[in-house]
């Protein structure tokens, strides 16, 4: 497949180290000991097979089409996946015969799915019984259109087979619609509840992406020191994307705020390739071409090294990017990106029972002018970079006895930095920022993961029992240091006002060991009622010595049609610790003088030593030696409501309470004159958000598909957490920590997208979103807080993306032998279609002339699609 857009605009050491650290740690010794307890019972089953017992599940059958003159045949070279309800993914082909069997499976649920080009495809969730050979045979339609499109949540919406509740995004809807950049995080915005924030990051349920987790094939695949989203996955190596603010299995847990999920496409064991994005684009100026603006090719192949054995994919993206940026004069107005991204898997099939998964992805990744905008020039703006690879697997393997192992084991390293441009001292005036970055850091991280999942044979009792326990262990370091330089802080008339300086501090260096055991019953009562309990204990060396965290979800349909379906459910979550806190007093120390306009200073230089803080009398906060010894913890309650309006239309009513306790925030204080100042670190910030969610999914056939959301929410809670202070470059000026409206807090948002079939053969995807402005805060000549905090907000955003383009069959004849199907794609697509002026920035410098006036604003881009697709 290979794929062309065109743009244009108006300027179109670690493994000895830590194996000694986890011989010295008794907590490491009893962690493995578990793990060894929860597999004995496994092994033993597996060598001792209880007498009579039958093998393992088959799932099988055949796959047919009937014509237009009613003659039925088989087909051959369908693709079929199948995915259980946790686990990896399996895949196969039809035969001549259009037969297809998966073997050795345990029992419980299954998504069993059917593609072939130019057919409908075909999706079904079928129920395994212990032991039970499964017959599905289903035929499969002609499409009118070449591309079919899925909504997950019209097929699976009405389904008791699980408590949990999740909105996904299946490749297809990702290549179909409008997407600024082709990365996953682009596309997570679609999902109701998240929510893109100012500077770029994600939000889930009201909180940052570095209080949630990414989930990349059971393992967890964020960056151990901040819990950011950084470690990238290839567009192309991506099957599905799942974003749950209501994951309430056992299994899931180091995360206060939302869960996404990521599984990867299998693979084929017949060779494909895709190639995309193989032409770049170019910059213009005045009517002349001044340069590459962006070249960003795509590529993955897949199919047999082992036919039958091993199977292997490859998906790679390269990104040459020179982004501009609104309100800065040309050629000084980019943010410049540079790197790429891999992604390989291997899936080898030992035995019918016995499936291994691996996978590594190596990535490097640097921008000059990180953080630019219309207020911060590119020789104000820091740089960044990111390398490193995540290498891991699944090894699955079902026993004679109906026992399921699963075990996950991923080791994650990245090398991080960050640097100005120059050594001059920071500036903040009314207008912006001017010099140079404060602040330099370079750290080494690394992170641990073993995860082994034992799946019980279904238990009858009261209905079905579908029980797994297992363990999480989990090993995370870094070690680094950070430099910073002055930060002169000048009046609107060029005095300066304020200078904080730096004591150099000390290596920074951090682990934390996290051990969690859990249990998870699956109760099916019967085809309409199901019941997940489930609970998670969690021990951390950095933080809770312990946190018990029960977790239940119901799943009810009344009356016998299943039109309805309503979900409830609640549970316990805590969060890992950030290492950033861990080592927080190694920081370098701030030194605050004030001048007056006479330019002398106001008083001696306030030194702000770095401290814990503990509980003192009175409800006050005090000085501690040690670390406060525990982390966030979060308790999330949701209602919702299902309603099968039509045969193709599904209403859902949500409600979403969650509530968190205990995180890490930054507290200036400032003593007498002589000194006695601290900047403190105390686990006491706490934060409340609350959702309601209507949502539309309509599907009339894979030519008319729409799904609408409007969503109402409310977040409070202290402003300070040490990831909105430090990730992801330092903040210039720590303000007093307050209570106050989130930074991403937006009360009222709808978001819809969809795809239609126009005449001429032509298909439309289009993407609204509209939403109540971003807060933000007024501040002062000292960059202090004028009032309260996040009282103002930007105007109203509104965006409008559309995608229309018309596919067509060719034929390409690369030899006298070879010769290939390929499908033409060929279409425009527009980003704010209505040139909506959607600013970024805003002077909220109550002594700027221009104070209050917004900057940045986000302009019309057009773009030109040329696709194919084999």
């Known amino acids: 497949m290979g794929r062309t857009h065109t743009r244009w605009c108006d300027t179109v050491k670690f493994i000895p180290s830590m194996i000694s650290n986890v011989s010295r740690s008794s907590r490491i010794v009893s962690a493995f000991a578990l793990i060894l307890v929860l597999i004995t019972p496994a092994i033993r089953a597996a060598q001792n097979p209880p007498a009579g017992k039958p093998a393992a599940g088959i799932i099988q059958g055949t796959v047919t089409r009937t014509d ?138 009201g909180t940052a992406e570095t209080q949630g987790m990414l989930l990349v094939d059971s393992a967890e695949t964020v960056d151990p020191v901040t819990g950011s989203f950084s470690i990238p996955v290839p567009l192309g190596a991506i099957d599905t994307l799942s974003v749950s603010k209501t994951p309430y299995g056992a299994e899931y847990g180091g995360f206060s705020g939302g869960l996404a999920i990521i599984q990867t496409k299998p693979p ?93 992805v190596i990535f490097s990744r640097h ?15 820091a740089n960044d970079g990111q390398k490193g690879f995540s290498v891991g697997g699944t090894d699955s393997k079902q026993f004679d006895s109906g026992v399921g192992l699963s075990t996950v084991l991923r080791y994650t390293r990245i090398q991080s930095n960050a640097n100005p441009n120059g050594p001059a001292d920071m500036l903040l005036t009314p207008e912006g920022r001017g010099g140079d970055f404060f602040n330099t850091f370079a750290r080494t991280a690394g992170q641990f993961q073993l995860q082994p999942i034992v799946q019980l044979p279904l238990k009858k009792w009261l209905g079905n029992h579908d029980i797994k326990f297992g363990a999480d262990f989990t090993y995370r370091y870094y070690g680094g240091t950070s430099e910073s330089h002055p930060i002169q ?39 309409h009622v199901t019941i997940d309990l489930g609970a998670r204990l969690v021990s951390q060396s950095a933080g809770r010595g312990a946190g018990f965290g029960p ?57 702000f030593t770095n401290v814990y803080l503990a509980p003192g009398p009175g409800g006050t906060l005090v000085p501690a030696m040690n670390r406060p010894d525990t982390s966030a913890r979060n308790l999330t309650s949701s209602a919702e409501v299902d309603r099968e309006l039509t045969r193709n239309l599904v209403l859902r009513l949500s409600f979403l309470a969650s509530q968190i306790q205990d995180y890490a925030v930054l507290i200036p204080f400032q003593g007498s004159l002589a000194g006695n100042s601290f900047l403190g670190l105390a686990n006491t910030g706490s ?84 939403h109540t402005g971003l807060p933000f805060s007024v501040i002062d000549s000292l960059q202090n807080y004028v009032g309260t905090p996040d009282s103002l907000r930007f105007p109203n955003f509104f965006s409008l993306d559309v995608k229309v383009y018309a596919e067509f069959k060719v034929h390409l004849k690369f030899s006298h032998y070879v010769e290939e199907k390929r499908t033409m794609r ?13 600013p970024l920035d805003v002077f909220n410098n109550n002594t700027s002339p221009i104070f209050g006036q917004f900057d940045g604003f986000q302009h019309r881009l057009y773009g030109l699609v040329i696709e194919f697709r084999q």
Request: proline share 6%.
């Open 687 to 770: 934060s409340h958000y609350y959702e309601i969610e209507a949502t539309f999914n309509y599907k009339l056939s894979d030519k008319h598909v729409l799904s609408a959301s409007y969503i109402h929410s409310y977040g409070h809670g202290d402003l300070n957490a040490v990831s909105s202070v430090y990730v992801p470059f330092e903040q210039a000026v720590i303000r007093p920590n307050v209570n106050g409206i989130l930074p991403a807090n937006i009360p009222d948002r709808l978001v819809a997208w969809g795809i239609f079939s126009l005449p001429w053969k032509l298909k439309a995807a289009p993407v609204v979103d509209y």
């Open 551 to 607: 977790r239940i979800g119901l799943a009810f349909s009344p009356g016998h049609t299943h039109k309805t379906l309503i979900h409830l459910g609640s549970g316990i979550f805590y969060d890992r610790v950030p290492l950033l806190t861990t080592d927080f007093t190694d920081n370098p120390t701030r030194v605050v003088t004030l001048f007056g306009p006479t330019g002398l200073p106001l008083a001696p230089p306030t030194t």
């Open 489 to 527: 802080i000048l009046r609107q008339d060029g005095t300066l006002a304020e200078e904080i300086d730096f004591q150099p501090g000390s290596a920074l260096h951090s682990t934390d060991t996290e051990v969690a055991e859990f249990i998870q019953d699956n109760w099916t009562i019967s085809d």
């Open 367 to 381: 921008q000059r002018f990180a953080d630019i905008g219309s207020l911060v020039p590119q020789s104000a703006a």
């Open 826 to 838: 060929f279409g425009v697509y527009a980003l704010n279609l209505t040139n909506h002026l959607n």
């Open 68 to 205: 237009d003159q009613g003659q039925t045949s088989v087909m051959q070279g369908v693709r079929l996946k199948l995915t259980p309800e946790s686990g990896a993914p399996l895949s196969t082909f039809t035969d001549d015969q259009g037969h297809f069997s998966f073997a050795g499976l345990a029992a419980g649920s299954y998504t069993l799915e059917g593609t072939l080009d130019g057919f409908q495809s075909y999706k079904v969730v079928v129920k395994l019984e212990p032991s039970a050979s499964l017959v599905q045979d289903f035929a499969m339609k002609l499409s009118t259109v070449t591309q079919s499109v899925e909504v997950s949540a019209v097929a699976d919406a009405l389904s008791t087979q699980n408590a949990n509740s999740a909105a996904t995004i299946t490749a297809k809807q990702s290549a179909d619609v409008p997407l600024a950049e082709e990365k996953f995080k682009e596309a997570l915005p679609l999902v109701p509840g998240v929510v893109r924030a100012s500077n770029g990051t994600l939000n889930m349920k």
């Open 268 to 360: 084929t064991d017949t060779w494909t390739h895709d190639f995309e994005d193989i032409l770049p684009g170019f910059r213009g100026k005045n009517d002349h071409l001044v340069g590459v603006q962006y070249f960003k090719p795509r590529a993955s192949i897949s199919g047999p090294l082992i036919k039958k054995k091993l199977n292997f994919t490859e998906a790679i993206d390269y990104n040459f990017d020179r982004k501009p940026i609104r309100g800065l004069p040309f050629p000084f107005n980019e943010l410049k990106t540079q790197g790429f991204d891999s992604f390989s898997s291997f899936q080898s099939t030992l035995s019918p029972t016995h499936v291994l998964n691996g996978n590594i």
